[in-house]
């Protein structure tokens, strides 16, 4: 498969990472002290979505360079040939 | 407090607004120009995914159960971290084979199946059903509380009081007319709609900007900024539980976490703007964390609203669903309440047009088409046009949809919370969550397994889910929750098989994905595919690895059909102009000429399927195209359920390797040729020059001196004569050569006698034998039967052989010995001198063009080295063997045979 690896497995990593942050029982990391909080926000809000835009900012730098897999994969002549006529 | 006809006006004057922009982009988008091409747009409108369940909803759900309401959003984001390696495919699927819908993915996948399209379009449907009824009573109620809330508490009534005092049946009508509006009105039945995804991404930018302006406005406005909402609400015992997730359980947790992982891809909606309205993929690499950053953008106020609504209305008993709408209100901001209600309608509009759209075209394409077309109703023999009898379905579809959605809206009525509706529709999508991630990762997915999966979730679901949901409303009786059907217990709905401690989705999802994905791989490994199925699962499965264009392999359109029929056949499917458009640029890129090609190759028979897909679904349009291939049509079981797919792969891979190496000779073989052909042309300039020069120089000298003497005048012409004749032989030769070679010789085939012949060309040279003082023995075989061939040549071959025999033994004298005789395979010439002989290694090449002249530097003038090469394919021809025999210092024999009339 002509398919670089870097972006899939990054891709994985990811993903596997969301789901751990996201998830119990790491999540129950942060639920455990019910006082704790951070400018008055309970810390679980504010670790979801930190964890949140972390996650989201991660996945923004990984994608801002796909160039080597869009450019290895073959061409959808298919869907060039149909664009102006039947799409 | 704002006057009803006032927020009326404002509401219609919204959707035409709308309106306007999927005209404008519609009209862009047919003049070239779309303005839906880029990841910005694109991720907008899968934003579609926040409906009033999210605006209104998630709110609500806060309210009660503090982050409980945050997995629908987090599942989303893990599953757009995956995108570029799921979601990438399956665009990259859709747009290879022109698929329509969730219905037509699943069909195709699967053998291009009627009966799974059928499935999925009917679940799709029954499944969405509650998620429009939501969307409904979403804004009819903010309806309702705009035009009649005051600050004390109201109860929304929608649900109550007749059908035509309802606010949510003109809500129903009024989008029912919209949606025919935005997704049909083009008259060609096309499945992207570039008008309808800018109004999309539009009505998501007004949500957002609606429900962050209501955030802004209570957080800061009315509180002091976050952290006061949450000091404040830390304050009250009554609230404690919502700062943690105790109440939710592990399971619930994950269970939402996957269902909105799975639903951002399976619902219909998120599918047809996801994947079927994606014009381009390299766009989801932006959307992979856009779409994110909205939904983390768009639930960033969603806590503070949810506990500022909860500290503001204390004790009042109002619906935290509507805190949105109520905190502006009661805080006197009429002006932000009202863009509320516009943010409201917007999710809602967005979600019903969108979703609706999708499964309209599913319900014409995978269900109402097929049944047509096999009741034959549709008279496929008569030509007219069907595109508008498509939209018409759509269009009837659509109503039928929204009005399905009102009436479970009636019947439910209040009895759930608005997420809770929603929830049921997502477990309804995730049913499809097998079919679609086996089947594109996992080609041993079959038909069987993705059917009995699909049915056995979808009976789970069903009871687990909608049958409690009706018994809720009092529309069955309520015992079934309570005691189980009949009293059994272990049935009970919402405690199936006794599995308790779970909410009612979660404990769904468990046993509907149980028996769903349970059913799919038991039946799935031990099912026999159908040759379509193995062929459109490694179609699906491997999308990467094809390179489609012409030629592209498909093996199951093998008969012929007259590209007149494909035309009109597509002509009344998807209108004239397009049909026409489609084929004219398909002509183009291949070179070809439709008028000139009487019947269409396969690819020609592929292209018009993929064009029929695009408006109608794979599985129709495999049906139609059926129908006008003729001959051997699809042929595609009996021809390979003989080859079980393995030893088919290995077939191919050992045909693909014959195939490299004959090419890899061919190729050889050219250039080979090539380099023979300069040779040859060099050679034979060179034969050509060396007459020719020496004519030119002996006619100089007379012209040059006219007192030359009369004898040596006469010998100059002689020579001058000799050098004409080897040009005028050596041309024939040539001429010879290429017509052999380009089989245009005139070949007069008849039987003769040969030794007969053998005498008549040795006498030929009889005379030049004897100056050379060749002795001529001939053994001519008396009663040999006659060979068959073209007399003439084999003349030239024996007086060529006999006169190279001479021109060998011309300075040296010796011994010429022509012999006929019968052997098994013919009759045998054998030409034999006692010269020089021939080396060995030269005995090959002797045959070759110009080997001769290569040789003779010094020696005959009189050869030019192509004799040889035209005996060899004379005698070749005629189905002979021509060959020598040779020892240096001995002589060679040259020996030829030729076929009885009566051999084989």
């Known amino acids: ?87 | 407090m704002l006057a009803p006809w006032f927020v009326f006006f404002v509401s219609i004057g919204y959707l035409c607004l709308l309106f306007a922009i999927a005209y404008y982009g519609d009209s862009k988008a047919d003049r070239g120009h779309s303005i839906v091409r880029n990841p910005y747009i694109y991720s907008l409108s899968l934003a579609v995914y926040c409906t009033s369940w999210t605006f209104y909803g998630s709110v609500g759900r806060a309210a009660s159960g503090g982050v409980g309401f945050l997995p629908i959003y987090l599942g989303p984001t893990l599953m757009f971290t995956l995108g570029w390696f799921v979601i990438r495919k399956i665009i990259r699927i859709s747009k290879t084979y022109n698929i329509t819908s969730i219905a037509d993915f699943i069909a195709s996948r699967y053998g291009k199946s009627h009966l799974l399209g059928g499935l999925v379009t009917i679940i799709a449907l029954i499944g969405i059903m509650p998620y429009i009824s939501l969307q409904l009573k979403a804004v009819s109620n903010s309806y309702d509380i705009l035009v009649r809330y005051g600050g004390e508490a109201i109860v929304a009534t929608s649900a109550s009081g007749s059908v035509l005092t309802d606010t949510a049946l003109y809500v129903a009508l009024l989008l029912a007319a919209f949606t025919i509006l935005f997704g049909t009105r083009h008259i060609d039945a096309t499945e992207q709609h570039q008008g309808m995804v800018a109004a999309i991404a539009f009505e998501s930018i007004i949500k957002l900007m609606a429900f962050i302006a209501v955030g802004l406005f209570v957080t800061f406005t009315v509180f002091d900024g976050p952290g006061d909402i949450f000091l404040q609400a830390s304050t009250r015992p009554e609230l404690e539980t919502l700062f943690t997730m105790d109440h939710l359980g592990d399971g619930q947790w994950w269970g939402l976490m996957f269902l909105a992982m799975v639903a951002v891809v399976c619902l219909p909606r998120q599918f047809q703007v996801g994947v079927v309205e994606n014009m381009d993929e390299n766009h989801l690499a932006k959307a992979t964390w856009l779409f994110p950053l909205y939904l983390f953008a768009i639930n960033l106020f969603v806590l503070p609203i949810a506990m500022g609504g909860l500290i503001s209305f204390g004790g009042i008993n109002i619906n935290a669903d509507t805190f949105v709408l109520a905190i502006p209100i009661s805080e006197g901001n009429t002006w932000l309440a009202l863009f509320a209600f516009i943010g409201g309608l917007s999710a809602a509009t967005g979600m019903v047009i969108v979703a609706t759209i999708a499964i309209s075209t599913m319900i014409s394409n995978d269900l109402v088409m097929p049944l047509l077309l096999r009741v034959g109703q549709l008279h496929l023999s008569e030509k007219k046009d069907l595109s508008g009898l498509l939209l018409g379905i759509r269009r009837a579809a659509i109503v039928f949809i929204i009005l399905l959605g009102y009436s479970y809206f009636r019947l439910i009525g209040d009895s759930y919370a608005l997420v809770t509706i929603g929830l049921v529709s997502f477990a309804a999508a995730a049913q499809f969550a097998p079919s679609i991630f086996g089947g594109i990762f996992w080609r041993g997915g079959t038909h069987s397994g993705a059917l009995i999966g699909l049915v056995a979730g979808f009976i789970v679901w069903a009871y687990t889910l909608m049958l409690p949901s009706f018994a809720r409303s009092g529309w069955i009786e309520e015992s079934l929750i309570t005691m189980g059907p009949f009293g059994i217990e272990i049935l009970k709905p919402y405690a199936l098989f006794g599995l308790e401690g779970l909410d009612n989705i979660t404990h769904a999802l468990f046993w509907s994905m149980l028996v769903n994905i349970g059913c799919y791989l038991f039946f799935s490994i031990n099912g026999t595919p159908s040759a379509l199925e193995r062929n459109q699962a490694t179609l699906f499965v491997e999308v990467f690895r094809q390179r489609s264009g012409r030629g592209e392999s498909d093996v199951f359109w093998r008969g012929h059909a007259a590209v007149d029929d494909l035309i009109s056949l597509a002509e009344r499917f998807v209108g004239k102009s397009r049909a026409q458009r489609g084929f004219t640029a398909y002509a183009r890129e291949n070179n070809l000429n439709l008028q000139t090609i009487p019947t269409a190759d396969a690819d020609l028979v592929k292209f018009t399927e993929r064009l029929l897909a695009g408006a109608m679904g794979g599985a129709s349009a495999r049906i139609l195209v059926a129908s006008v291939v003729k001959g051997e049509g699809v042929r595609v079981d009996e021809m390979m359920e003989i080859v079980d797919e393995a030893t088919q792969v290995i077939e191919y891979s050992h045909e693909l390797e014959k195939a490299h190496t004959e090419l890899k000779k061919a190729n050889e073989q050219l250039k080979e040729l090539d380099r023979m052909k300069d040779e040859f042309l060099s050679t034979i300039t060179h034969e050509l020059r060396t007459p020719l020069t020496s004519i030119r120089a002996f006619t100089e000298i007379m012209q040059a001196d006219p007192n030359i003497d009369s004898d040596r005048r006469q010998e100059f012409l002689d020579i001058v004569v000799k050098e004409a004749d080897r040009l005028t032989r050596l041309v024939n030769q040539v001429l010879d050569l290429a017509k052999l070679e380009s089989q245009r010789f005139d070949w007069q085939i008849e039987a003769f006698d040969l030794p007969e012949l053998a005498l008549d060309g040795t006498r030929r040279v009889e005379q030049l034998l004897e100056q050379s003082r060749i002795a001529l023995s001939l053994n001519l075989s008396p009663d040999l039967p006659p060979v068959l061939g073209d007399k003439d040549k084999i003349l030239q071959v024996i007086i060529n052989l006999v006169s190279n025999a001479q021109k060998v033994m011309e300075t040296t004298g010796g011994t010429l010995d022509v012999t006929v005789s019968k052997t098994e395979e013919g009759a045998l010439v054998t030409i034999t001198d006692n010269g020089p002989g021939i080396a060995e290694e030269d005995k090959h090449k002797i045959f070759d063009r110009f080997y001769q002249a290569r040789q003779q530097e010094s020696g005959n003038p009189m050869g030019v080295g192509l004799g040889l090469s035209i005996s060899q394919k004379i005698v070749e021809h005629l189905n002979g063997r021509i060959w020598v025999e040779s020892e240096l210092g001995v002589g060679s024999a040259f020996c030829f045979t030729l076929p009885f009339t009566d051999t084989k």
């Open chain 1, 1 to 87: 498969m002509p398919r670089p690896g870097p972006t899939k497995e990054k891709t994985i990593g990811l993903f596997l990472l969301g789901l751990i942050l996201f998830n119990p029982p790491f999540l129950n990391i942060f639920n455990a002290d019910k006082q704790a909080s951070i400018f008055d926000i309970p810390l679980l809000y504010i670790y979801l979505f930190v964890a949140w835009i972390v996650l989201i900012f991660l996945v923004a730098v990984t994608a801002a360079k796909p160039s080597a897999s869009v450019s290895l994969d073959p061409p959808i002549p298919q869907k060039e040939r149909h664009k102006g006529d039947i799409t």
